[in-house]
């Protein structure tokens, strides 16, 4: 079962930062957090993942809380193409899978 | 980031035969790949995980016997579906990981339609 809470849903108008957050509660000392999207009938795309320290590269930002039980994916500037499904996941590196919950429909109004 | 490739990208089939989809890690050595499988408006649902030279872990409920996996080289698994059934269409997905494990990389997927 997922670790993570997500809202279903989000609206976000062009141009404008995406704020996506995440509650992982019960997420333990070496649990990373992962973000992935899906955009429709596609695989999977990485966006960025961190472990306790904030996280910036070319496609996002994630601000991890300092008690590690929330986090927010921000997408500074939203395009049209950034309508996609967004994951966030936690797992602990290694040879643990991801296991995907149900995301959040982020959808980028013109 | 890296790449992972997945052919066919689209594959219809009558009901009874099998389908073998690729999966290849194209800039990186996988030593461990994943098979998702995902249907319409639902989330990707992890089917098995494979590491090259050794037989695959499959999740509760996925069947060995119909899902055949074989991870025979660090860039290359693939999935048999065999005696495929309509109720096996779906968006089949791959995922290879990187060394040492931090990041998993998608393939595009493929979407399989029995009839």
């Known amino acids: 079962d997922a670790k993570t809470t997500q809202p279903p849903s989000m609206d976000c108008a062009e141009g404008r930062a995406a704020n996506l957050p995440c509650n992982h509660s019960?997420?333990?000392?070496?649990?990373?957090v992962y973000w992935y999207r899906q955009i429709h009938s596609q695989g999977p795309q990485y966006i960025i993942h961190?472990?306790?320290n904030n996280e910036t590269n070319e496609m996002a930002s994630l601000i991890i809380t300092e008690d590690r039980k929330s986090s927010t994916l921000i997408l500074p500037h939203a395009t049209l193409r950034d309508t996609a499904v967004y994951y966030c996941?936690?797992?602990?590196?290694?040879?643990?899978?991801?296991?995907f919950g149900k995301g959040t429909r982020l959808s980028v109004i013109a | 980031g890296a790449v992972v490739s997945q052919h066919p990208s689209w594959v219809i089939c009558k009901s009874g035969t099998s389908v073998k989809i690729e999966c290849r890690s194209l800039?990186?050595?996988?030593?461990?790949m994943f098979w998702y499988r995902q249907f319409p408006k639902q989330s990707l649902m992890l089917m098995a995980t494979?590491?090259?030279?050794?037989?695959?872990?499959?999740e509760q409920g996925v069947e060995k016997d119909k899902f055949l996996i074989n991870h025979a080289s660090l860039t290359l698994s693939t999935l048999t579906v065999t005696s495929a059934h309509p109720e096996d269409s779906s968006f089949y997905i791959c995922?290879?990981?990187?060394?040492?494990?931090?990041?998993?990389?998608f393939g595009p997927g493929t979407r399989l339609l029995v009839l």
């Open positions: 961190g472990l306790k």
């Open positions: 996941i936690v797992r602990v590196r290694g040879n643990t899978p991801l296991v």
């Open positions: 800039d990186f050595q996988a030593t461990t």
């Open positions: 995922s290879a990981r990187d060394f040492p494990g931090e990041t998993q990389y």
């Open positions: 019960t997420i333990s000392g070496n649990e990373y």
């Open positions: 494979s590491n090259e030279g050794s037989k695959a872990t499959y």
